[in-house]
């Protein structure tokens, strides 16, 4: 029992929520648009549309509006529903009744000039007094709650401002309102035009949509929309392909066709459009017309206007994303509705018992009484302040209202039972004003208040239609107050793959490259690959960057890297070629060796150069033992040591074969003075010039190695234009270089001068043969070496030096000791002192011709 008990007293306390009716709605009143009060509001809004021809006016009469615009009848509902709803409070002004007079704007400037002047008007006379000072100047009413538009409200608002009057609008957003100096007295309950255009700047951005199109309204509200829009737009990387304009006091067929002909033409996918509902109804009508599809971003002005919606076929037209003020929902207002129009009807109802007529067959409105069949309204009525679109936006009407409610409720010095100034005291518009900038209240828990400019501290829901079994229904995707927050998952697209659409100029270009303009929009380029030693990580950057000193790049980078270097690897399949070709030709060197060691003292052995030939061998053995400083990763000592031991080991080769070339030239050339100085040239005369030719290239080594870079300078001090490279031992100086190889090539070339003339002595071995073959392929290996090196890269460079090397090697050993081998081992007999004695006693050379003579 305790439970019900509770529950019957919650519903005694709060009547509306458990279906009763608030007590003070027994008390509305049917006056429309006019209640009296303590002080009043003024309330300006479009209740009727225009029916006159402006063209044909030539004078100042009256200007006719004789059509009802539904929702603007609604909103002036709103208000009266507010300021019943403050005199139903007690605590709020207690004692003190807020009164209301409401009149048609008609949408037109020479009509809204009329109330407004009336409101201006001194007390509850029809005159306006010039005077100095209104500091003292009691008006009709203490604010004013409208228009609607920015439009109207540009005509009014500098006259209220300089009466400081306070002027609250619920849908004027043009930014230019929040220039105080302009407009001092002006205050709205909606976002301006600014913060809407940031909000679907953010709306585009989130899905990098920056090639788009913007369409507007030829009027204040359209117009600002569109700069305002623009000009965030570009300062957020979003280009504009087209704008355009719909007319709104001509005919806007034709301009809208040739508007979406020029949309069309621009690609696009995504249309902003920033218009009233009217201008958006006659656009999207020829839309529907041409069989135009996009996602159309609409302003709050016509997202969720029933003139938009229920076009025909507005269905095809694509994906709608459309924005509306966050305010919240007046949740009595239904009821209120009810109960006004109820009583409406019964009245109605009276006055047909009675014989009267209805009301709807009297004059058109007039400026006291802007709806005159508004009395013979019944229920049936009631969708006036039902639909969609007024729950939206009925709020900010209602916060309107409350604003001065509150200002009022401090300006009088109001607790919850008494206000401390009556209702007899003077209060004035401009001390109205200054309260109002700084009043802040709750609406339904939500805090309220104006920032310096008069702008409120509210953001924007953010809806998309949605069609389900041809119903319209309007699904909440998210919001903006500061930040956007959206759930792209309760997004319906209607488009050919039910995905989000692209709508870019040009598509992103990849990493490492930067766009190039083209054209008059920054979002139409062409991506350019950054060249190498170039790179572009910045999105933000206009060109490549230059890397670092010390780093490099490929093309189409991101970024600069220190260079790595490559090197002949011991485990590479050239290497592994050269060695095993280097053992095979050490192997063989070594059994050349041991098989001269066996047959040591023979005149073979003696006329090849006894103990020298040891040393050539070794010599020989040497040089290609040094193709292994070639291999593996290179550092100071071994490029120390690579060309010049290269280069010393051929020397001792190449120099004790001189020593033997000289000893032929001398037997051959020189036959009688052989005998008496062939024992000084082979022995101490061959190792003296042996001597003296390896110190002649110590010199050069020794100068090469000095005047040469270390590998680690070399490095150090290498202009880096490159990210891989390999690294081969420094040769510098060239000269040294040539120098040291010069010297070899020079002493194999003298060699064979001495030798590839000489005539073979008849039936004895000839020595001068394997001098000339053995140095004529030294000296070829390394001549055709230095074209091929020149051109190469330094990998080939490398192995084609260790090429060289062992190849000149394999020529001295095949030319030079083959043969003597092949005697050794085929003709063991022929290794005698008279096969030799030529060489071996310097005996006079007997030719073949000789002996057949």
Not at 121 to 138: I, L
Not at 251 to 259: A, M, R, S, Y
Not at 388 to 414: D, F, N, W
Not at 731 to 736: E, F, L, S, T
Request: hydrophobic share 40%; net charge neutral.
């Amino acid at each position: 029992m305790v439970m019900p008990l509770r529950l019957l007293i919650l519903c005694w306390v709060f009547g509306q929520g458990c279906g009763d009716t608030p007590q003070w709605f027994q008390d509305i009143s049917t006056d429309l648009f006019h209640s009296p009060g303590n002080f009043s509001l003024g309330g300006l809004f479009p209740i009727n549309e225009l029916t006159s021809n402006l063209s044909t006016r030539e004078q100042p009469d009256d200007i006719h509006c004789d059509r009802i615009s539904s929702y603007g009848l609604g909103l002036s509902l709103v208000m009266k529903y507010a300021v019943d709803e403050v005199n139903s409070n007690p605590e709020l002004l207690p004692g003190i009744r807020m009164g209301h007079q409401m009149f048609d704007t008609c949408k037109q400037s020479s009509v809204i000039v009329k109330p407004t002047m009336l409101f201006l008007t001194k007390g509850d006379t029809k005159e306006v007094s010039v005077m100095c000072n209104y500091t003292e100047y009691s008006t009709r009413v203490m604010a004013v709650i409208g228009p609607q538009t920015s439009d109207m409200t540009s005509v009014i608002g500098k006259l209220l401002g300089f009466f400081l009057m306070p002027q609250i609008s619920f849908g004027a957003t043009s930014e230019k309102f929040s220039d105080k100096s302009l407009y001092p007295s002006f205050l709205r309950t909606v976002p301006s035009d600014r913060r809407q255009a940031e909000a679907i700047v953010h709306l585009l951005k989130r899905f990098n949509w920056t090639w788009v199109a913007m369409v507007g309204s030829e009027d204040e509200y359209g117009k600002q929309g569109i700069l305002e829009l623009s000009s965030l737009a570009s300062k957020n990387g979003i280009c504009v392909s087209y704008k355009g304009l719909i007319p709104v006091y001509s005919d806007p067929v034709p301009t809208v066709k040739e508007i979406l002909q020029r949309i069309n033409e621009t690609e696009v996918t995504v249309v902003v459009v920033f218009a009233l509902f009217k201008p958006a109804r006659d656009f999207f009508s020829e839309v529907i017309k041409t069989n135009m599809r996009a996602v159309w971003v609409g302003s709050t002005s016509w997202g969720l206007h029933d003139q938009v919606t229920s076009l025909e076929k507005i269905d095809t037209v694509g994906t709608m994303v459309v924005f509306s003020d966050m305010t919240e929902i007046l949740h009595q207002l239904d009821d209120y509705a009810k109960e006004l129009f109820s009583k409406l009807g019964k009245q109605r109802d009276d006055r047909i018992r009675q014989g009267r007529p209805p009301q709807n067959m009297k004059a058109s409105p007039s400026l006291f009484d802007p709806c005159p069949q508004c009395s013979d309204f019944s229920p049936d009525n009631v969708t006036l302040l039902t639909n969609p679109l007024l729950k939206y936006t009925a709020a900010s009407v209602y916060t309107a209202v409350y604003t001065v409610a509150h200002a009022m409720h401090r300006l009088l010095g109001c607790n919850s039972t008494t206000c401390h100034k009556g209702a007899d005291h003077n209060i004035y518009p401009w001390q109205l004003l200054n309260v109002i900038k700084n009043v802040s209240f709750n609406v339904n828990s939500k805090l309220f208040q104006f920032d310096s400019n008069g702008n409120p501290n509210i953001g924007y829901k953010i809806f998309t239609w949605e069609w389900q079994k041809g119903k319209l229904q309007f699904k909440e995707i998210g919001s903006f107050d500061k930040t956007l927050s959206i759930d792209e998952k309760l997004i319906k697209w209607y488009t050919p793959n039910s995905k989000v659409p692209n709508s870019t100029c040009s598509a992103d270009c990849e990493p490492g490259q930067v766009r190039r303009v083209k054209g008059l929009h920054s979002c139409c380029f062409d991506c350019i690959k950054c060249k190498e030693g170039t790179f572009h990580n910045n999105t933000e950057d206009i060109q490549c960057t230059d890397c670092p000193q010390g780093q490099w790049s490929t093309q189409s980078s991101t970024n600069c890297t220190f260079p790595t270097y490559d090197y002949l690897s011991w485990s590479s399949p050239a290497s592994l070629a050269l060695l095993l070709a280097g053992l095979v030709l050490l192997a063989c060197q070594g059994a050349v060796g041991v098989l001269f060691l066996c047959n040591r003292g023979t005149p073979l052995v003696r006329a090849s150069g006894g103990a020298m030939s040891a040393f050539t061998l070794l010599s020989l053995m040497g040089g290609c033992a040094s193709v292994v400083l070639f291999l593996g990763k290179p550092n100071d000592w071994v490029c120390y040591l690579q060309q010049p031991l290269n280069a010393l080991f051929s020397t001792v080769t190449l120099s004790t074969i001189l020593a033997l070339s000289l000893q032929v030239v001398c037997v051959t050339e020189f036959p009688d003075q052989a005998p008496a100085h062939l024992d000084h040239l082979r022995g101490p005369g061959s190792w003296l010039l042996v001597l003296a030719l390896c110190g002649v290239q110590v010199g050069f080594c020794g100068w090469f190695v000095n005047e040469g870079p270390s590998l680690s300078l070399y490095v150090a001090n290498m202009e880096v234009t490159f990210v891989r490279k390999f690294l081969r031992c420094p040769v510098d100086p060239m000269i040294g270089f040539g120098l040291m190889q010069g010297l070899n090539v020079l002493l194999g070339l003298v060699s064979f001068m001495c030798t590839f003339m000489a005539q073979k002595p008849a039936k004895q071995y000839n020595l001068a043969r394997d001098i000339t073959f053995s140095t004529l392929a030294y000296c070829v290996v390394w001549v055709v070496f230095i074209p091929i090196y020149a051109g190469w890269t330094n990998e080939q460079k490398s192995i084609s030096h260790m090429t060289a090397i062992l190849i000149s090697n394999l020529g001295l050993l095949s030319s030079f000791f083959f043969p003597k081998c092949h005697l050794l081992l085929t003709n063991p007999e022929l290794n005698t002192a008279e096969y030799f004695h030529t060489f071996l006693e310097g005996t006079p050379l007997t030719t073949q011709e000789d002996q057949e003579e």
